[in-house]
């Protein structure tokens, strides 16, 4: 059973504090995602990686971060978190040559607020 | 990525077939019409997509009108595990990788 699996399901940080989202796939897929869900404005792409080390910036990487340092793993960071990055973040992945017509595997979702 | 249409919200009893319409009147040739669901508190999942023909899975089937501007995904017996939000999504093989979803269409299922 192919899996994404996300570091926490729940988290709550303080204003100012560094945020690490973790994300991990055993599917061998060479492209991973970070979203963000919020109620009104449906799934928003932060950053996606096509491949170790490679990243690119979605619609919306003000204030974010990321990491691909193995296939398998795609870290967000939060440099230094804000009440207005309060969201829910979805990981996913697709393999292929980033054609967008394969499915995507999202992951169970981080609720991330902050105080 | 052309937009779409979906009712809000849709109620359907339970093992009774759903059709969920979604309207894309913009649609280009290298559109493919993707569907994803979302259970409450999980993530989106893969449903189903196609590009011009008729389309059937273990989950769930996809018609698509022969002008392509609109579509319907059909459940055959909806159960009370297909409660969620339903989208449907266009996305050009040319374009960039990411999905853009909408507000999708709220399936309830009655028992």
């Known amino acids: 059973d192919v899996k994404v699996t996300q570091s926490s399901r729940y988290l709550v940080k303080r204003t100012g504090e560094k945020v690490f989202l973790e994300c991990v796939q055993d599917m061998d897929h060479e492209n991973m995602f970070w979203y963000r869900q919020d109620p009104g404005l449906g799934l928003r792409l932060i950053y996606f990686?096509?491949?170790?080390?490679?990243?690119e910036k979605g619609d919306i990487p003000e204030g974010y971060s990321v990491s691909r340092e193995k296939k398998e793993r795609f870290s967000l960071i939060l440099e230094s978190a804000s009440t207005n990055q309060t969201s829910m973040y979805l990981c996913?992945?697709?393999?292929?040559?980033?054609?967008?017509?394969?499915?995507?595997?999202f992951g169970p979702g981080t609720r991330l607020t902050v105080l | 990525d052309a937009k779409t249409t979906q009712p809000n919200s849709m109620e359907s009893n339970e093992e009774e077939p759903v059709h969920l319409p979604c309207n894309h009147s913009t649609i280009s040739g290298t559109d493919y019409i993707h569907w994803y669901r979302q259970l409450p508190s999980q993530g989106p999942e893969y449903v189903i997509h196609g590009l011009t023909s008729n389309v059937n899975n273990r989950m769930a089937s996809l018609a698509i009108a022969e002008d392509r501007k609109s579509s319907t995904l059909i459940l055959h017996r909806a159960t009370l595990r297909d409660a969620a939000v339903y989208y449907c999504?266009?996305?050009?093989?040319?374009?960039?990788?990411?999905?853009?979803f909408g507000s999708g269409t709220q399936l309830t299922v009655l028992p």
């Open positions: 996913a992945s697709t393999n292929g040559g980033g054609h967008t017509y394969n499915e995507q595997f």
């Open positions: 990686s096509y491949d170790v080390k490679m990243k």
């Open positions: 999504i266009l996305i050009s093989s040319g374009s960039a990788r990411q999905l853009t």
